[in-house]
């Protein structure tokens, strides 16, 4: 079920997913930056500046997009096992949450500052994709392969493979 909706009193648009998995299963994969390309549209790799690959205040590093050019982030704010947001080359970007439906059950969220509305469309590929990431399990609890060094990336037809078989999952 996607549920669509305008948050007036703060200036974003939301974007929830409904999934059958439990909260902590979608945290794994919203925090696990090597991730990030997976299921991210307009990510294409990311550079940390430092070596944790997990979500945390502070974190910074660079996004490289799918036009081929970096843009540098900072996480600025974090609470834990719920939400976080980050600086995107300085701007408020998107917000990130899990809310939790049950123990089997949860949303999935994604919040775009208005002035970033054209976002909206990018989020819902990217709400699909960690959708089937986790039906399939993968996330850091499940023992997602690790990548060495820190700077990940994902080949452009992984990432579109997983676009066309989420249809089947939350279509």
Known sequence: MLHFQWELRR?????????P????R????FTDVRLWPTWGPSVRGVSLFGSDDVVHEGLQGQVKTILGFSVPFVIDHVDPGRSWTWRVAGFSATGHEVQSAGDHASWLVFTVPLWAFFYVPVCLIAARRIALMAH???GKDDQAEPIK????????NTANSLVS????LVG
Request: net charge positive; hydrophobic share 45%.
């Open 26 to 29: 979608l945290w794994a994969i």
């Open 149 to 156: 060094g820190s700077s990940f990336s994902t080949a452009k």
């Open 21 to 24: 998995q439990p909260a902590h």
């Open 11 to 19: 200036w974003r648009l939301v974007v929830k997913l409904w999934v």
């Open 165 to 168: 078989a989420s249809s089947d």
């Open 136 to 138: 399939r399990g993968s």
